[in-house]
């Protein structure tokens, strides 16, 4: 628990300072940090710092979804509640969050077992699946208005890790 309080505190403090010694620091302790997702002690405190530090990470913290589809295994479908709902509310807000995040989330998607795609997890895939379909049928997959539900979405997912 004090791992992950002190991973959350210290990647909001420096989320706009991208440096080689985070990415270098989540590499090594990713495993910790996607496990304790199974821990329902810590596995909101976990999926919190996962977030902070997967946005200040960027597109260097996507080859670790690998990592996060067996913590996933781990938590679903019968993990307690508390972990699953973690996982859930970590996975919705990276499908909704700006690019990279939606494609990883949807790769991630695709590849789950159907245990867990029938699983809470039914509610990320179906989001995927609504957002591939919009993207399909617009014009300018990134346009402005897109764009704006998105930074709101991303804006409001930051307010959440405040409180």
Do not use: I
């Amino acid at each position: 628990a004090v791992l992950c309080c002190a991973v959350l505190c210290c990647a909001r403090a420096h989320v706009s300072q991208r440096t080689p010694e985070w990415a270098e620091w989540f590499f090594a302790f990713k495993d910790f940090l996607y496990v304790a997702l199974a821990d329902e002690g810590v596995a909101v405190e976990a999926a919190r710092a996962l977030e902070a530090l997967f946005m200040a990470l960027r597109e260097e913290a996507v080859p670790t979804f690998s990592t996060l589809l067996s913590a996933l295994r781990m938590v679903f479908p019968d993990g307690p509640p508390v972990c699953r709902s973690a996982c859930v509310t970590l996975l919705t807000g990276l499908a909704r969050a700006e690019p990279p995040f939606p494609a990883a989330v949807a790769s991630l998607a695709a590849n789950l077992p159907p245990e867990l795609a029938h699983s809470e997890l039914s509610a990320v895939v179906d989001l995927v699946r609504a957002g591939m379909a919009t993207a399909a049928h617009s014009d300018a997959p990134h346009g402005r208005a897109r764009r704006g539900l998105r930074t709101h979405l991303a804006e409001e997912a930051k307010c959440g890790l405040q409180n």
